[in-house]
């Protein structure tokens, strides 16, 4: 009772619905915010340095395909909404319907191009799929453009100062920056919690390994404050200095990003991203700076884009970097390298852990572990390749390491280490302990030496006894296969013969007949002369049915006084009729019986095989039961006779 108290079941997911609604309504909202956001922080009229709900647009469509596209239209529709005349409508409904389709042609380019390399979702710690993403988001960013530049001006929204191709201009830069800026975040940060919340799922954790060694707290701190510091120097340099402000100074933060991108994974770049890209508004803020619009654009997508392409190749490094170290921890083997003085300075692996290494032996020569044998070893070779700096592989060597009593036998592989101007830096390579294989192959061997010394007379008792164990499985096989009182194929090996038969008719594309053989009286002598008699008949039975036919046919006892006969590569049905024929003729004639003798006729049941027809097991079973059926139509038109089954319409 107290188990059954304690234990706790799973809690059953309830009804998602509900929840997806809330989701999609939190995401309206959050749509709609971000859009009045973005134009409350615009420095100027008809130009928008960014669009931030391009990102949310993008990415939603990233996740669900083409059947999110309502949500975007219905949150655009909502923001808008004050700021349209009633003449305008036609051309802005328009315009929020046809303006979010380049993002879902974008969004199907990217899903493809996941579904191409068989992940689940988007990932943005590759950077040719970084690079497909800028690309597909630069396409859909200039449609977007288009559109709602071209639907404004046809319904006579005011264009400001701005010619129509600046505006064109910074729309695009603004949809290519808010998509690549917001999207990344969305999707990283975002859709798991969402996905969790309408699946009523928990939120967790994350349970994967690190991809690399965190960066400590410390340089984080430091990190957070130079890029700070940054940001409000470069505020200052273009609020105060108004005279010498130069936009293209802010891409000295590149470094920066460059170097949160290096130490940190790809999460904690696309919020630097953001915050970069967020010190770039706050700086544009002034009103003066507001004819330098397009070059803070170019600034901002220049950012946004080296720095996912940054993030991504770091992610891609340290994802490297954590598989090998991941393998390493996992390994049996010995991984270590060494430096041209021969010094061992890395070991790892698990067999690394059961050495006990001291400080000073972890700098002591490798060739102080070896035992220097020449005979079953490797070691002149190895010494050869490593003179020569040359790779080697699978040398064996004998060695005795630190804190350990007894020496092992290993399996030893190596590459050697250059640097980029051809420098000899030492090895790299993997060491296989096989001392239980070589012991293994030692006890074989003295296996195979005392097999070598035996008796010939116990070889000869082998001999003999292989010999009487295969005429044993022969006599059993022709004892399951063959009928003990005629020496006739039994019902077993009939089938084996059947079903290869058809096989054989199908490949040649000939005919085939099964013959069902019942021997007419067959009981009466049984009666009259005794069962010894009817067995003598049945031997004569036998003999006679295999005159009648060819080698290649077959004829097998099917049981009591029923014969079965397989005719092969027949031409024509006539064929199977005369063997039919010649089987009556034949066994009605009389048999002797020692003294005696004694008549029985046969009554003959044809089914014709037509190679058109599969050659199944279900099939030959078909055969046989027409043949039984055209047997009995035989017995019952006055015995002594054949019939063809296909005559009695049975096929």
Not at 71 to 100: D, G, K, N, T, V
Not at 268 to 288: H, K, R, Y
Request: hydrophobic share 45%; proline share 5%.
């Amino acid at each position: 009772m107290e188990t059954a108290t304690n234990t706790k079941q799973p809690e059953q997911p309830g009804n998602p619905w509900p929840r997806t609604v809330g989701a999609a309504l939190l995401y309206i909202a959050a749509w709609v915010a971000l859009w009045h956001a973005a134009k409350a922080l615009n420095p100027t009229e008809g130009i928008e340095l960014w669009r931030p709900t391009a990102g949310l647009t993008l990415a939603i469509l990233l996740v669900h395909g083409a059947r999110a596209l309502p949500l975007p239209i219905i949150a655009s529709l909502i923001a808008s909404l004050p700021f349209w005349s009633w003449e305008q409508w036609p051309s802005a409904l328009l315009a929020h319907l046809l303006s979010p389709l380049g993002y879902v042609v974008a969004a199907g380019v990217l899903r493809h191009e996941s579904l191409r390399q068989q992940r689940k979702n988007w990932s943005f710690n590759d950077p040719q799929q970084v690079a497909t993403f800028l690309g597909v988001a630069t396409g859909a960013a200039l449609f977007a453009a288009l559109i709602d530049v071209l639907l404004a001006a046809g319904a006579g929204a005011p264009a400001g100062s701005a010619s129509p191709r600046e505006i064109i201009l910074g729309r695009w830069l603004g949809d290519f920056i808010g998509a690549t800026t917001l999207a990344p975040l969305a999707l990283i940060f975002a859709a798991p919690l969402v996905r969790r919340f309408c699946l009523g799922e928990p939120s967790r954790g994350s349970t994967t390994r690190v991809a690399a060694e965190p960066a400590s707290f410390r340089l984080t701190i430091l990190q957070m404050a130079l890029s700070v510091l940054l940001v409000i120097l470069f505020w200052v340099s273009q609020h105060v200095w108004t005279m010498h402000a130069q936009p293209f100074m802010i891409l000295l933060l590149l470094p920066m990003l460059a170097w949160i991108a290096a130490t940190h994974s790809l999460r904690n770049t696309v919020l630097a991203i953001l915050f970069f890209e967020l010190g770039i508004v706050a700086i544009l803020s002034g009103p003066e700076q507001a004819e330098q619009l397009l070059k803070y654009q170019i600034v901002m997508m220049v950012v946004v884009a080296a720095g996912l392409l940054t993030g991504a190749a770091s992610q891609a490094r340290l994802a490297e970097i954590a598989r090998f170290r991941n393998l390493a921890e996992v390994s049996n083997d010995l991984l270590w390298e060494f430096d041209t003085q021969g010094r061992v300075h890395d070991l790892s692996g698990r067999f690394a852990k059961t050495i006990q290494w001291g400080d000073g032996q972890r700098r002591g020569d490798w060739r102080d572990a070896i035992i220097p044998q020449e005979q079953d070893t490797d070691f002149l070779a190895l010494e050869s390749a490593i003179q020569r700096r040359q790779p080697f592989q699978q040398k064996v060597l004998r060695i005795r390491l630190p804190g350990q009593e007894h020496s092992l036998w290993t399996l030893n592989s190596g590459l050697p280490l250059f640097d980029e101007d051809g420098e000899f830096l030492g090895y790299r390579g993997a060491t296989t302990d096989i001392t239980d294989y070589k012991k293994a192959e030692a006890l074989r061997q003295q296996a195979e030496a005392l097999l070598r010394d035996y008796d010939q007379k116990l070889e000869e008792k082998v001999a003999e006894r292989t010999q009487t164990l295969a005429e044993a499985s022969q006599r059993n096989w022709r004892m399951a296969n063959f009928d003990s009182l005629t020496s006739l194929p039994n019902r077993n090996l009939f089938f084996e013969h059947l079903r290869k038969g058809l096989k054989q008719a199908r490949r040649q594309w000939r005919l085939a007949a099964v013959l069902l053989v019942d021997l007419d009286g067959f009981k009466q002598v049984n009666d009259t002369f005794g069962h010894d008699a009817g067995d003598e008949l049945l031997r004569q039975v036998a003999n006679r049915l295999q005159q009648c036919v060819r080698a290649t046919d077959t004829v097998a006892r099917f049981g009591g006084d029923e014969f079965t006969v397989i005719l092969l590569n027949l031409e024509q049905p006539q064929g199977a009729e005369a063997v039919a024929r010649k089987i009556v003729e034949h066994l009605a004639e009389p048999v002797p019986l020692g003294a005696a003798s004694a008549t029985v006729t046969a009554s003959v049941g044809i089914a014709l095989y037509r190679p058109e027809w599969p050659d199944t097991l279900d099939l030959a079973m078909t055969l046989l039961r027409q043949a039984d059926t055209a047997m009995y139509a035989a017995k019952n038109t006055g015995k002594n006779a054949w019939r063809v089954a296909e005559q009695l319409g049975l096929d």
